[in-house]
């Protein structure tokens, strides 16, 4: 969850221009695949009713339009990490607090879609009355306004630490340099920690209540748990940028020659990869989705 993984843009006189070439090219092709795969997933579903008056495929369809928020503006900084190198202060703000929501409500918006599961397999009876298009509308709003309560207390401890002539001025556009107040860091390592703890409490408990509650032949309690499985390598993807500061401090220290390269291989991990598996999971798993999604996916936006 941190910012566009900025801290992994690689420090442009560091890189050959071969090797960075190569690296912006991988991140471009990467991004505009991810991007074009979102954008037939999203004009599958404004297409036909059958999704987006499903609770389900709601949830889905924001986690795409949140990922290719995500991926566009984690694309952007690593292109400006090369190129433009330094940016203005305000103008990197805007992009790294959109990015930081983008990232924050993935995994929250991971958790949503795994309860949703829990209450198809496990209380059928009651799903109509539980998962209803407003209740679903809300919770989407209630996790940005979680995610809009963890990252935009950095802008304000920022704006009352540092002086007007700061947001004036030009720097290398990561996080740690447009929030560079201590107490953010440790805000942040808690804020973190919760959000673990709720995520994946959340991931075990409907894996759980799946596996012991629905009869082991249906084949619909079947595609539940290993949808939640995806979900929670998903999580596990996200979350490992937890983990990536003190990763990459470490091999830092043994690895200092190498050290662009493995910030490479940390972003494609950590930010590109758990967007590419969203697709996976309802646009290409799911046989309804699927059915709709092969009209559009290779043959273009023609109307059908």
Known sequence: ???????????????????????????IVLGISINYVNIS??????????FNTNPRYILFIH???????????????????YTIYKLNVSVCCILILVTLFATENTPLNLACMAVECYIAV????????ICTIKRTLMLIGLIWATSLLSVVPDLFITLA???????????????????????????RDVTYLVFLFIVWLTIFYTYFRILFTAKAASKDAKKAR????????????CMTTYASPLLLSVLQQLFAKDYNDFLF???????????????????????????????????GFRAH
């Open 122 to 129: 496990c209380i059928p009876l009651r799903y109509c009355q």
């Open 41 to 50: 997933l999203i004009h599958t579903f404004c297409k036909h009713q059958i």
């Open 226 to 237: 290993n949808t939640i499985i995806l979900h929670g390598f998903q999580v596990l993807l």
């Open 63 to 81: 986690m795409v339009v949140n990922d290719m928020i995500q991926v566009t503006l984690s694309i952007t900084l690593f292109i400006i990490s």
């Open 265 to 299: 291989a940390c972003y494609i991990i950590v930010q590109a990869l758990p967007r590419a598996i969203s697709p996976i999971i309802y646009g290409v798993r799911d046989n309804t989705f699927r059915k709709y999604l092969k009209r559009y996916f290779l043959c």
């Open 161 to 187: 630490t540092e002086p007007l002539d700061f947001f004036h001025s030009q720097v290398f556009c990561v996080r740690q340099t447009v929030f560079p107040n201590p107490i953010i860091i440790k805000k």
């Open 1 to 27: 969850m941190n910012a566009s993984f900025t801290n992994v843009t690689a420090v442009r006189y560091q890189d050959s221009f071969s090797k960075a070439l190569t690296k912006n090219m991988i991140v």
